[in-house]
């Protein structure tokens, strides 16, 4: 992205903690907070020396691994943070995975846990330990929900569920903390990801959102720049 498409926010002197990210969106978002200043905590269960991982740590990524699906795992984590960094200003949800499916009569119940520990619990935890903090410092939410939540369809109706889950999480941690904490969510459609482009590879890749793209949203809606602006599910589709 050339720096003529990227709005100006300024997050010195403040803690980001970015969930999933090794992955594609995360370790763009993980780039864009540190580039406005932040002190980025980036979690995940790949660490960066990983072949699979996207993450490109500097003096200013502090790694940490965390099962976000484990409470336990999750409260040290964030007491963590906060012995080390003495402070969390921006929770960022982005842990989580798609994963296409059967009809619902013949879904596992497997996969279907699967999905909503790994898509919905991660985000649940994180922000449940970490509110108290955020409440301290003002702070802000931002998760991924997806465009496919908006409505029901064939064969990925246990990652929808846990999508729509997502916003509504969201809009009810926005309604909790009114005055305090502001918590929004983006809703991506297809991601320009080299999974993606793996799994789609016949399809028009030109028409795909670049994760820096979303990435810079997601730090606008950290900013003071969204400061009236809470529950809200923002379309993040460019053309896709």
Not at 79 to 92: A, E, K, N, P, Q
Not at 107 to 121: A, G
Not at 192 to 205: F, G, Q, W, Y
């Amino acid at each position: 992205m050339s720096p003529s498409t990227t709005h100006t926010v300024d997050f010195d002197d403040t803690v980001a903690v970015i969930t999933g990210a090794s992955g594609a969106l995360g370790s763009a978002t993980v780039e864009r907070f540190r580039d406005a200043g932040a002190t980025v905590c980036a979690v995940d269960v790949v660490a960066p020396d990983e072949g699979d991982s996207l993450l490109e740590p500097d003096e200013r990524t502090h790694f940490y691994e965390a099962d976000l699906t484990d409470e336990a795992d999750v409260e040290e984590l964030v007491s963590s943070v906060v012995d080390d960094h003495g402070r969390i200003d921006h929770l960022l949800n982005i842990a989580g995975t798609w994963r296409g499916g059967d009809p619902i009569e013949e879904t596992d119940l497997e996969e279907f846990e699967s999905l909503v520990d790994i898509n919905l619990k991660t985000a649940f935890l994180a922000s449940k330990h970490a509110l108290p903090h955020l409440q301290e410092q003002g702070g802000a939410i931002v998760s991924v929900s997806s465009r496919s939540s908006l409505e029901g369809g064939e064969g990925d109706g246990p990652y929808r569920i846990t999508k729509a889950g997502i916003r509504l999480l969201t809009e009810t941690i926005a309604e909790e903390n009114r005055g305090t904490v502001r918590a929004n969510c983006v809703m991506p459609s297809v991601i320009d990801t080299p999974m993606n482009r793996e799994m789609m590879s016949d399809a028009d890749h030109d028409e795909w959102v670049d994760p820096a793209d979303i990435a810079d949203v997601m730090a606008f809606l950290c900013s003071d720049g969204a400061s009236v602006t809470s529950g809200a599910a923002v379309p993040v589709y460019g053309e896709a």
